[in-house]
């Protein structure tokens, strides 16, 4: 008790109490858990060391994967001396078996060993499969409790979201201090499931629910307000444990996950792909600046039906609409602006918070003001030749958007029948490709995802096609993407896709929260958000071609192993020794 109060490291202190009273340590530790848990990796102890120090002075709950070691027993020490370095420190460990998600090889009896002793190196907490639970002695799980421990045991589901009271069920037998369900999220409504499932347990505060997959981002956000005890992060981008999960510093910087709580309003980005989009940092940071109590989701579908189910039970106030949903979702809204009307897609949605349309939905499309705006800054429409390269929802903006401030309009798109049906609709001509480079325009904007990170489609257009005064790409991830290197090459002037980006976005942000949007500070973030991107592709395209040339030194390695059985061979004497050293790791029950 003295200890605890004078602050020295409860770690001892639970350990001894632990075996006289069983509920003390998860009482403890409450008062140490943090919202977030980040999960630490790397092949060495060294390099786990170095990273868990980098950044437990920010977040000190750190997950240690020891599953990841070669050999996890003798690195046990070295993580003693980290948190007798570190006293603010609370670690689990885990060392998940194969057969559980993990990359332990060894037996139940080997995962059991190494959380035994990791618990005599000081781990406040440890990781146990219920498989591996359920595989085990009663006695010997016994024995494993009196180590002082407290005890996880945890399922995870890589295939669907089901039967989370039947797991539950099966966990609570074993009754350990936190009960970790993690199905995964094969569409978004599978968060509401988990969701509705952490807020019926609501009486039991040990429970961790989290879902895997692109999908689950939600409950990884609004897992912690429904009723799990805290989440789980990556220490850095590229260092995922989990499909899915997210950076600490972006749960806790962009998605400001300690302030989330029952007020918080929800507001989010669908379509598909998501994975890019930097609308969650651009409009979180903005929500940041103005002081609004909500957080904006990525929320990755294709299914119309799934983000609708969605807006209702959680509930979302607000989305941006982007691709392949903002023609199809014009139809389950209740009022839309004049503009969507008219161009038959929608890329903004607002549920209607309170009176007679409550829960209803309203569409407005902002896409126009975002693509109009930055080119009547640098001329007058009326008039001007303009070339539009596509016929989706953002082409659809692009055309009546122009078409409304007089522009002549040209559509090049891979489907003919679809520019031609766009084309009638808005008063604007078609054009062949084989006749755009016989033809001068003011500008050229690409309303395609050509170009867009991850996406391989070829360009539509060449140089020889480029006979224009402007080229304006609606795509904005990346900065600078094949048509605007084009256009530059040229000396061509050009407008990026930030520009119609952060303008369509502070629109939104207007509509949402009814304040003037902060453009200046969501410019500034998207412009440094993806220059860092940039820098980061630069470094791995540099490291590439070293890492292919060690990976084929790697390779050849193995030319070498004749000899040496051929030395050996020669020397029968040596045989025995080789045999008894190869015996003697059958220890590899780490």
Known sequence: EICILTNCSVRYAIASMRSNLPSIAPQLLRSRLTKVCVAIIGTTP?????????????????????????????????????????????????????????????????????????????????????????????????????????????????????????????????????????????????????IRFLERMNDHTNIIGICMGDAGVISRVLGVRAGSAFTFAAATVGEETGPGQIAARTLLETYRIDHVDAATKVYGVAGNPIRSSLSPIMMNTAFRRETVNAVYLALQTAKLSDLLKLVHEIPIQGLSITMPLKEDIMSHLERTDPLSAKIGACNTVLRVPSGENAGKLFGFNTDVAGIVGPLEKRMSLRGAKVLVLGAGGAARAAVFGLRDKGAEVFILNRTPETAHKLARQS????????????????????????????????????????????????????????????????????????????????????????????????????????????????????????????????AKAPAAKPAAAKSAAAKPAAKPVAAKKAKAPVRKRK
């Open 427 to 554: 008063g604007s001509k078609t054009i062949k490709k084989d006749a755009v480079s016989k033809t001068t325009f003011d500008v050229i904007l690409n309303a395609t995802p050509v170009g867009m990170a991850g996406n391989k489609a070829a360009p539509l257009l060449e140089a020889k096609d480029l006979n224009t005064k402007l080229v304006f790409d609606l795509v904005y991830n990346p900065l600078e993407t094949p048509l605007l290197h084009l256009a530059r090459q040229m000396s061509i002037p050009i407008i990026t896709g930030v520009e119609m980006f952060v303008q369509q976005g502070a629109r939104q942000f207007e509509i949402f929260t009814g304040k003037p949007a902060p453009e200046e500070e969501m410019f500034r973030v998207v412009l440094h958000a993806l220059r860092q991107q940039a820098e980061a592709a630069a470094v791995e395209a540099a490291e590439a071609p070293a890492a292919k040339t060690a990976k084929t030194s790697a």
């Open 46 to 194: 060294a390099e786990m060391i170095e990273k868990a120090t980098s950044v437990v002075k920010e977040t000190p709950f750190l997950e240690f994967r020891l599953d990841y070691l070669e050999k996890p027993l003798l690195a046990l020490p070295k993580f003693k001396q980290f948190f007798h370095a570190n006293t603010a420190a609370t670690a689990i460990a885990t060392c998940r078996r194969a057969a559980g998600g993990g990359k332990f090889a060894g037996s139940v009896a080997a995962e059991v060993e190494i959380l035994t002793q990791a618990a005599e190196a000081g781990f406040h907490i440890a990781d146990l499969e219920l498989e591996s639970a359920e595989a085990m002695k009663k006695a010997d799980l016994q024995k494993f409790r009196e180590t002082g421990v407290a005890l996880i045991i945890s399922h995870h589901d890589f295939n669907a979201t089901k039967d989370l009271d039947g797991i539950y069920a099966r966990i609570a037998k074993f009754a350990p201090d936190f009960v970790k369900i993690v199905p995964t999220a094969k569409a978004l409504v599978d968060n509401v499931t988990l």
